[in-house]
Nanobody
Framework: QVQLVESGGGLIQAGASLRLSCAAS????????MGWSRQAPGKEREFVAA?????????YYAENVKGRFTISRDNTKNTVYLQMNNLKPEDTAVYYC????????????????WGQGTQVTVSS
């Protein structure tokens, strides 16, 4: 069983940066692919970014965040991060951390484990 706790959300102005963190508890964190999805009011949850297991370094991003967001992980701290730069009002959403042993399930936003979410609000 994996438990995920997000932090770092808040209210921020357009163009600014924010870093989200997701602390994971449970066995063998490094054996899980990790990622982020988001859900805006009235919309379905959508994939944002994913990073592969261990330190293979493979990452994948949604087109609308590519070049602005960076996902990383620290397996010594059981933590995954999402660095968000040049934020836009359309990035406003609840951001959810995701974990699964299958990378593809992160990308299609159907992981075995979700966090509780953290709100990011970008004002124009």
């Amino acid at each position: 069983q994996v438990q995920l706790v997000e932090s770092g959300g808040g209210l921020i102005q357009a163009g600014a940066s924010l870093r989200l963190s997701c602390a994971a508890s449970g066995p063998d964190f490094s054996n899980y692919a990790m990622g982020w999805s988001r859900q805006a009011p009235g919309k379905e949850r959508e994939f944002v970014a994913a990073i592969s297991r261990r330190n293979t370094g493979s990452t994948y991003y949604a087109e609308n965040v590519k070049g602005r967001f960076t996902i990383s992980r620290d397996n010594t701290k059981n933590t995954v991060y999402l660095q968000m730069n040049n934020l836009k009002p359309e990035d406003t959403a609840v951001y959810y951390c995701a974990a699964d042993q299958v990378f593809h399930k992160i990308v299609v936003a159907t992981p075995d484990y979700w966090g509780q979410g953290t709100q990011v609000t970008v004002s124009s």
